[in-house]
DNA sequence: AACAAGACCTGCATGC
DNA sequence: TGCATGCAGGTCTTGT
């Protein structure tokens, strides 16, 4: 279920258990969203991590021997740590065994989800990576750089802060979060979106993933000691999900509530008063 | 070139 | 109870 925020609480727990160690992995199904790079588990084995760092919503966990080890959760991919006798599930696709005794399990039962392991040096032109555009909470990322990325841009707004070749990690959630926030329409043309709700937009998904990055890693230790996951917490969301439910920030004076539309294939949560 | 639709998978809630 | 349907937080590939 990970958007940046789920990812970066991922990475969070995952660095102090992973990072200075060596790590064995085991791969139990060769087959994610693409066939695992064969030699994996021989070409890792006994390495030291040397970090973990995140682009968009994949982890980099990098490797001593200029190799790095790129995870990607999907839909439903999960990440937890487990007792080395625990016995394991049939969509535990990848153990990582670490030199002091711990047993991470990567657990992902739509497998849509990915593991690669590439050069250093090839990263940047990685397939999947090549194209990514802006890190949301870079700096980089500004109204200047909004303006230039939605300009002509005939698809909606919301496809457009979905599309990960403009700026990276908003999903589904996040995306509805932050049109809400931001008071902008998700049905609007993103060209349209100028002026005043541009500067809007750009705080507003940056606050909305911060947000929801303090409120994983707040619950992280907790969540950890209980069942052994990381990453994952609940959270509040204003109007994902919420279909029929009052809009939690204006009083419309409507029945019906926050709306559910289909954009994309994809639900689409809003308050047609307040967003315009 | 830009966009929508289809594809990949499994699990769960709902309704008959 | 069984079965069909629709839904789920991603994104690459295909088709118009």
Redesign the pocket.
Known sequence: ???LP?VETVRRGLLPMLEGRRIWIETRRP?L?FPLPPDLALRCAGRTVLGIDRR??YLMIRLEGDLVLML?L??SGRIAMVPTDHPLG??DHVIIDTDDDRRIVFHD????GMLDLVETGALPMHR?IRHLGYEPLDPAFDGAALDRLLAG????IK?AIMD?RLVVGV???YACEALFRARISPKRSAASVVGVRASRLVPAIKAVLSDAIAAGGSSLRDYVQASGELG?FQHRFAVYGRAGQPCPACDCGQPEGVRRIIQ????TFYCPTRQR
Do not use: T, V, W
């Not at 841009?153 to 909606?156: V, W």
């Open positions: 279920m990970p958007e789920e087959d969203r968009a919503k990607h999907g839909m049939p969509h039962p739509r497998r849509f999947l841009k005939r698809c909606s496809a990960q999903g589904n959630i994952y994309q294939g994809r639900s």
